[in-house]
T-cell receptor, first 117, second 111 residues
C-alpha cells in the first residue's frame, strides 16, 4: 500500500534563510512523487514531481526536491525563503503499481510553512 | 486550455439538510475525476473517483455519494448532512498521466 508521511506539522523560517519541508514515502514499486502547495482558502497547486531521472527536481517558484531512494524521502527545499512562500504544503505519491491507469494520489497530512520577515 | 470549475466557494448548511456540490471540466474529454476532502487540521482524503460517465468508485464509507451524469461533470451529494461532513472539498482531474489539477474548492460548514 502507498503512504506518505510529513513528520512536521509546522515549519518556521526567517525570510532569506533556506527551507526544508520533509516527506517520506512507502510504495510497492517505483514511486511517482509530487509536491503541491495550498494557499489559504484555495485549491491545490502543483509544484513539482519526480518520475524518473535526476534525483534533484526543480519546480515552480524556485522550489526543488531531492529524491533519496535509500532513505525513501522526497524533501522539498528552497535556498532562500520568501514571506509569500507561507502556505500549506502537501507531499503525495502515486498509486500506479497495480496496472491501473487511474493514478490516484495519496497525500500526506500537510506541513504549514510560515516565513517571517 | 483546460479549466476546472467548482461551486459554490462557500456553503453553510444545517445538520440534516441535503448537499450538492458541482464540478465541471472544460477543454478535455473523458477525464478521470476525483473528489477530495480536507478536514480542519488534517490532510487530504480521497472520497470518490470516476473514470467515466456513471462510473463511481468510493474510497471510504461515509454519508456522501457522487455521480457523473455527463463526461465532464462530477457531483458530490448527501441526503442528510452530518456535523462531521464539514470541511474543504476539492474536485480534481488528472491533467496528464502523472499530475492532478485541482479546482478552487468549496468550504462547507455544517451547523
Amino acid at each position: 500500500a502507498q503512504s506518505v508521511a510529513q513528520p512536521e506539522d509546522q515549519v518556521n523560517v526567517a525570510e532569506g534563510n533556506p527551507l526544508t519541508v520533509k516527506c517520506t514515502y512507502s510504495v510497492s514499486g517505483n514511486p511517482y512523487l509530487f509536491w503541491y502547495v495550498q494557499y489559504p482558502n484555495r485549491g491545490l497547486q502543483f509544484l513539482l514531481k519526480y518520475i524518473t531521472g535526476d534525483n534533484l527536481v526543480k519546480g515552480s517558484y524556485g522550489f526543488e526536491a531531492e529524491f533519496n531512494k535509500s532513505q525513501t524521502s522526497f524533501h522539498l527545499k528552497k535556498p532562500s525563503a520568501l514571506v509569500s512562500d507561507s502556505a500549506l504544503y502537501f507531499c503525495a505519491v502515486r498509486d500506479g503499481g497495480r496496472g491501473s491507469t487511474l493514478g490516484r494520489l495519496y497525500f500526506g497530512r500537510g506541513t504549514q510553512l510560515t516565513v517571517w520577515p | 486550455s483546460q479549466t476546472i470549475h467548482q461551486w459554490p466557494a462557500t456553503l453553510v448548511q444545517p445538520v440534516g439538510s441535503p448537499l450538492s456540490l458541482e464540478c465541471t471540466v472544460e477543454g478535455t474529454s473523458n477525464p478521470n475525476l476525483y473528489w477530495y476532502r480536507q478536514a480542519a487540521g488534517r490532510g487530504l482524503q480521497l472520497l470518490f473517483y470516476s473514470v467515466g460517465i456513471g462510473q463511481i468508485s468510493s474510497e471510504v464509507p461515509q454519508n456522501l455519494s457522487a455521480s457523473r451524469p455527463q463526461d465532464r461533470q462530477f457531483i458530490l451529494s448527501s441526503k442528510k448532512l452530518l456535523l462531521s461532513d464539514s470541511g474543504f472539498y476539492l474536485c480534481a482531474w488528472r491533467e496528464e498521466a502523472t499530475k492532478l489539477f485541482f479546482g478552487s474548492g468549496t468550504q462547507l460548514s455544517v451547523l
